[in-house]
């Protein structure tokens, strides 16, 4: 699948934005890195100062693994499901979070393995299938099914666009998925499975050791194909990892800014920076997720995470506990007075010292 090239931000508004902040009044940098996000926002606008953040939007892409069935996560699979329900009736964390933040949330059904008549046909109108194989051993899916999920992931990210998201953030929900996201990160950063493999849901040593195995077997079937992004998502992904890689890329090639989340959207985010480069531009690290192998995707996206809160929750949490400070900087670039409006000298004063 391909995707036009990625225009970077604006980087005459990023000029612009940096030349306002050294005329507010504050001394220089000294709002750290609310001023950095605050020129980030601009450039991706396209507009300095930049304009309010009035409707962000978090995406929960969900989608059940075969590797769940393995005993790699201490939920069982069929929470996935449950945890789709609980998002549509506004109980789980990421509808408080957004809540407060000033978001609003969707769910999209990819691949979860329930077929529920009381789910709404929005929810799953882009359905692949239910659960993606057990990649361990077999394919997550087939070459039709991984390409679907992607279109599906690229429709979602112009649904949202088109009907005026201004920021957007993607969210995950999937007992196994991060087994299946430590996966795609060893393969493209090149690290061992036990580098990669983390806690997850809270597994315990057995369980840890399942996981690792898992992760080992599905990174050798893997490796055939890890400089092709979309055929590594069909060998080791799943449909919802794969929906998530074409909606961060398509946000890219629609210049809209993205909060990224934890561990398993930075596995898409590093496919999706494959399959469209320069897509990185366009996204900010809303925070670092204890499992280790999120810091591998930082480090190889380049990017610094605004919170550091200990999370491994998903769903989109840490993306939307950043967001404030996304806003916050963004107000601050365009509300503050300069110097000149608050007749303030913006002279440095060398002190007398005698």
């Known amino acids: 699948m391909d995707f036009p090239a990625i225009v970077p931000p604006d980087e005459d508004a990023g000029k612009r934005a940096s030349a306002r902040q050294s005329q507010l009044t504050k001394p220089p940098g000294s ?40 005993g790699v996560s201490a939920y069982p699979p069929e929470v996935t499901g449950q945890m789709v329900a609980n998002f549509l009736a506004g109980g789980a964390a990421v509808n408080v979070l957004a809540s407060a933040a000033g978001a609003s949330v969707r769910v999209v059904d990819l691949a979860v393995d329930h077929d529920d008549p009381a789910i709404p046909d929005a929810v799953t109108r882009h359905k692949v299938r239910r659960s993606s194989g057990r990649i361990d051993i077999e394919d997550a899916l087939s070459e039709a099914e991984v390409n679907a999920a992607l279109t599906a992931g690229r429709a979602v990210a112009d649904e949202e666009v088109d009907s005026g998201a201004d920021l957007l953030i993607a969210g995950d929900m999937g007992i196994g998925n991060t087994t299946v996201a430590s996966v795609l990160i060893a393969a493209l950063t090149g690290a061992e499975p036990v580098a990669v493999v983390g806690r997850g849901t809270g597994v315990d040593d057995a369980g840890w050791m ?43 090639v629609r210049r809209t800014p993205v909060l990224l989340d ?40 380049a990017l610094t995470p605004l919170l550091d809160l200990e999370l491994r929750l998903g769903e989109g949490s840490g993306a939307l506990a950043a967001l404030p400070l996304v806003v916050m900087a963004g107000r601050l670039l365009a509300e503050m007075a300069t110097f000149a409006d608050a007749s303030v000298s913006g002279a440095l004063v060398e002190p007398d010292l005698g």
């Open 31 to 70: 709002l750290g890195r609310l001023e950095d996000v605050g020129v980030w926002l601009a450039a991706c606008q396209g507009s300095c100062p930049p304009r309010p953040l009035l409707r962000p939007r978090a995406v929960v892409f969900a989608g059940d693994h075969g590797v769940a069935g393995h």
């Open 262 to 301: 934890g561990v398993v959207v930075g596995a898409a985010a590093l496919v999706a920076d494959e399959l469209a480069p320069g897509a990185r531009a366009w996204w900010l690290a809303g925070h670092r997720s204890t499992e280790p192998a999120h810091q591998l995707v930082l480090e190889r996206l």
């Open 210 to 252: 399942r996981k690792a195995a898992a992760v080992r077997d599905a990174l050798r079937r893997a490796r055939p194909v890890i400089r092709e992004p979309v055929a590594l998502l069909r060998t080791v992904g799943g449909a919802d990892l794969a929906g998530m890689v074409g909606f961060l890329a398509q946000a890219a």
